[in-house]
């Protein structure tokens, strides 16, 4: 039976699903098979966002409407029959899962201590635990307005726990932890204290011993974004980037007075509403923006049944601005109101927001204790979700400096900020500081904690062209050619790794593959024992992680070199917690065929035999035999390697590029690289394709190759 526990609250706006998917990305570390289920939805066709983002988040692979139980309607109509059904979709669901988290109902009908009781009965039924979530804001009477809500003390939150332990205790519902969400930020351990307290008091309702954990409120987390917006607004996007619709909102100026009193009111982040007949407030705010000596908006709101003058839409044609610009129809009035009331949530389509809350629900809660409360024992099977997991704690565990030479690009800034919140490394940006901050402010992304470095930097570049100078001197390289070569960005970041002012690099989102690996090449250089630079991707499958090498970087390998990428490859998957059993791919297996390409890895395993006795390698070996046990059998049987393989070297480029892409797109593989191996330091390689996903993964990589560099 899969161990389940219900998240509930005794209110609604106390932010269950930002505790639902920590707690479901928790389970996720150590089991494979997390199902997500919805007893209670206001609709019992599928269409629930929150499942929706939760169930992206679980890798169960369950539409959403199997996962829920019923809807309001079929709840009322007859309460014995509906929970019946509950248990009956909950069973199918927990049928498939190790674990399986509920998500109790939404307050959206009958709000109260009724409420919690229905969750609570549900959780008896279903045999799960509960943990209960208390919020830290008063929200009655004017839900999520921006500014509307007000933080509650410690003692009214021991108050709000004794009446929630109560009414749970009463159903026979067991209490396995309390989260007090959006909490007063300075007074954490105040509240802590105070929930601990009750729960003392309370050991004759089994709440002895009951962890308590205090996420404090984050502002940006709870805030409708411009998207939001103008989705409530029902608005249209005049002009503007479109890119810039997932920022936050954090607050409203009412744009009703002249220019001159207007400026000095903008806010941070905010939506500036200005009347569509205000042209002069609407070119000031503008101009505003463009100058950088005022507060960063995330919208403006043309409001009214006013169609801008001719000439104003040529000078905006002109200007192109990036503020997303919305229209309305609407008055000043109501505009305002449905502004304010635009709601804050969590969606797959906000990847930032969600990878944001994760953060914060790490920092804040102790996973490995979480883990253990619901006995949950982890799996040996490692899902892509899974070695990702373990790729951000190992980089974490040493925080090594990361250098990302492409600050100019989206994509490195919104990865930047993912890895700043999630602690996995510290970075050095390059770029210009002003405008790498600015456009950061604009994607919402916070990179308070990056250091932004000039390629330019009057005090690094002699500095960097002294020493690039000295490498190349027997290339013919002066000093006045290398002060003109380290201000490109690729020499530059190279350089700061090769003196010790960062650890690692990535870049490629916006360069090319040589553009970024020659200057490594040039100043890095290979490490001592390794004759060639070569690749790996990581091959995230369903179940476990394999490397593949080389993917990227050497066209038609010699033997010698092909015994380089086998050791290199080794050493590889050791430093990720992979098993290295090296499989030296040929089209024949054994002595059962002949040939130039086949003598090639025949030699090649032999190589490494010679120089790495102790490392497990079958060579020549085909894919088939390597990767599958009954066809191992059958080929070689005997072998160590054969059906068991985790490292597969390739003959050549040709052969391994189509291999590692067909996999990745027939098998639904995360392909995480390609990471560059034999170098001094850690230098590597974006595709110029790369999600932000891809970039924080190959950061996290980088960390990690950095924390086996000796010191």
Same mark, same amino acid.
């Given at each position: ?71 309001? =309607? ?38 109260? !201590? ?30 999520? #307005? ?9 003692? &009214? ?26 909490? @007063? ?41 411009? #998207?939001?917006?103008? &989705? ?110 635009? !709601?804050?949530?969590?969606?797959? =389509? ?15 809660? =102790? ?32 925080? $090594? ?9 989206? $994509? ?33 992304? @916070?990179?308070?904690?990056? #250091? ?10 002699? $500095? ?5 100078? #000295? ?152 894919? @088939? ?26 003959? @050549?480029? +040709? ?29 590597? =390689?974006?595709? $110029? ?7 924080? +993964? ?11 560099? !000796?010191?």
């Amino acid at each position: 039976m899969a161990k389940s526990i219900l998240i509930t609250s005794i209110e609604g706006h106390s932010g269950k699903s930002l505790i639902a998917l920590g707690v479901i990305d928790a389970l996720s570390r150590a089991t494979a098979r997390v199902g997500v289920f919805r007893p209670v939805t206001r609709a019992s066709d599928g269409t629930d966002d929150v499942l929706e983002m939760l169930l992206s988040r679980s890798g169960i692979g369950l539409p959403a409407a199997d996962c829920i139980g019923v809807g309001y =309607d079929e709840l009322h109509a007859d309460p014995d029959a509906a929970l019946g059904r509950i248990l009956e979709r909950f069973h199918a669901v927990e049928a498939r899962s190790d674990a399986v988290v509920i998500l109790g109902s939404d307050y959206t009908d009958v709000a109260g !201590p009724a409420e919690l009781g229905l969750n609570a009965r549900i959780a008896a039924n279903l045999g799960a635990t509960v943990l209960l979530v208390l919020g830290g804001r008063d929200t009655a009477g004017h839900g999520e #307005r921006l500014g509307a809500t007000s933080a509650r003390t410690a003692a &009214q939150l021991g108050q709000l726990a004794r009446l929630g332990i109560a009414e749970l205790a009463q159903e026979r519902a067991v209490l396995s932890a309390i989260v007090v969400n959006r909490a @007063d930020p300075d007074h954490g351990e105040d509240i802590r204290a105070a929930v601990s307290a009750v729960l003392e008091e309370r050991t004759d309702d089994g709440a002895d011993g009951v962890p308590v954990w205090v996420i404090p409120e984050d502002p940006p987390l709870v805030a409708p974004s411009v #998207r939001g917006v103008l &989705q409530a607004l029902g608005g249209r996007l005049a002009r503007g980037d479109e890119g810039l619709l997932d920022r936050e909102v954090l607050d409203v100026v009412i744009a009703g007075m002249s220019m001159v009193n207007v400026l000095p009111r903008l806010i941070e982040s905010s939506v500036v509403v200005i009347p569509a007949d205000r042209e002069e407030v609407l070119l000031a705010t503008l101009l505003a923006q463009a100058a950088g000596t005022f507060p960063s908006i995330a919208a403006i709101v043309l409001n009214g049944p006013f169609v801008l003058p001719e000439p104003i839409e040529r000078l905006l044609d002109g200007l192109g601005p990036r503020v997303p610009i919305i229209a309305t129809d609407l008055g000043t009035y109501e505009t305002t109101v449905r502004v304010m009331n635009a !709601p804050g949530r969590l969606s797959v =389509d906000a990847p930032h927001r969600v990878g944001r809350a994760l953060a914060l629900f790490e920092q804040h809660v =102790d996973v490995p204790a979480l883990i253990a409360l619901l006995g949950v024992a982890r799996s040996d099977v490692v899902t892509p979700l899974m070695f990702q997991y373990e790729l951000f704690d190992r980089a974490r565990t040493q925080r $090594r400096t990361i250098v990302l030479p492409e600050g100019g690009d989206d $994509r490195v800034l919104r990865a930047a900020g993912a890895v700043l919140s999630g602690g996995i490394a510290d970075l050095v940006i390059l770029g210009d500081e002003p405008a790498v901050r600015s456009r950061a402010r604009e994607l919402g992304v @916070d990179l308070d904690a990056a #250091r932004i470095v000039s390629p330019t930097d009057p005090e690094l570049v002699p $500095r960097f062209a002294a020493e690039y100078a #000295r490498l190349r001197a027997h290339k013919g390289v002066t000093l006045a050619q290398a002060a003109d070569t380290v201000t490109d960005v690729s020499y530059f970041g190279t350089l700061m790794v090769h003196l010790g002012l960062a650890d690692g690099m990535v870049s490629g989102a916006a360069h090319t593959t040589a553009h970024t690996i020659r200057p490594a090449f040039e100043i890095i250089k290979t490490r001592p024992g390794v004759s060639v630079v070569s690749s790996v991707f990581l091959m995230a499958l369903a179940d476990r992680v394999l490397v593949y090498g080389d993917c990227a970087v050497i066209p038609d390998p010699t033997s010698e070199q092909l015994a380089d990428i086998a050791i290199s490859s080794a050493a590889t998957a050791t430093a990720f917690g992979i098993e290295p059993r090296v499989a030296m791919l040929s089209y024949s297996t054994g002595d059962s065929g002949s040939g130039a390409e086949v003598e090639k890895v025949r030699a090649a395993t032999q190589l490494v035999r010679e120089r790495a006795p102790e490392l497990p390698v079958e060579g020549p070996i085909q894919y @088939d035999a390597a990767a599958d046990a009954a066809v191992a059998r059958a080929k070689l049987p005997g072998s160590s390697v054969a059906g068991r393989a985790t490292v597969f070297v390739f003959p @050549d480029l +040709n052969t391994g590029n189509n291999t590692y892409k067909a996999v990745q797109r027939s098998a639904g593989a995360v392909a995480m690289g390609p990471v560059l191996q034999g170098l001094n330091k850690p230098i590597n =390689d974006l595709s $110029r394709g790369a999600l932000v996903e891809d970039i924080v +993964n190959t950061i996290a990589i980088t960390a990690i190759q950095a924390q086996e560099v !000796p010191a």
